[in-house]
């Protein structure tokens, strides 16, 4: 595992990202997510190899029109393939979650936009607006679980990502709002 203290450190609305070594085919770091805080539905051109290293983390994933959801444990590991799988990273939980992350494939790019954005002092868009009239409901379960997330629009470095604000509390009924940007 990549050494946390040589990343660069970004804040972002729901935590931050640690971002570690970056080259066409391997980018190391970390998500710290903040509780009751999800990280928006994404992929990447990549297969994602996770590390649960603090807390606990709820995995949505998306292979297909369900999500599944996987909890992971401090030590848990889980991979995300094939590269371009859509996911969600939820923290439904009282205490912050850290993930480690290793991506086999190309997201320089991505990585690349981030550093810049960073050195400019840009911020997380602190405008935010639902995303549309009538939501659009994708239901993510597992047994009895459910997940109910509220996604809404932000631009965060040049990009429209879409923000889940997951609910108070994990007994709650939840669904996940998806839709892919």
Known sequence: MY???KCQKIAIEQGALHLGLSNPKQSVGY??????Q???LHNRPAVEKLTQ????CDMIVYKDSKGE???????DTLTIEPAGTYHIHNNPYDEA???????????THL????????KEGMKTG????????QPSYAEATEGQARYQTVAWQAKWFGFTLTIYDPPASHSESRRTRASCV
């Open 38 to 40: 999800s990280l928006t």
């Open 126 to 133: 602190s405008e935010r607006l639902p995303i549309g009239s």
């Open 53 to 56: 290293v603090k807390g606990k």
């Open 3 to 5: 050494d946390i203290n």
């Open 69 to 75: 959801i996987i909890t992971l444990n401090e030590g």
């Open 111 to 118: 990585i690349e936009q981030l550093r810049s954005s960073d």
């Open 31 to 36: 998500l710290e997510l903040n509780p009751k």
């Open 97 to 107: 979650s850290l993930t480690y992350w290793d991506f086999d494939g190309d997201i």
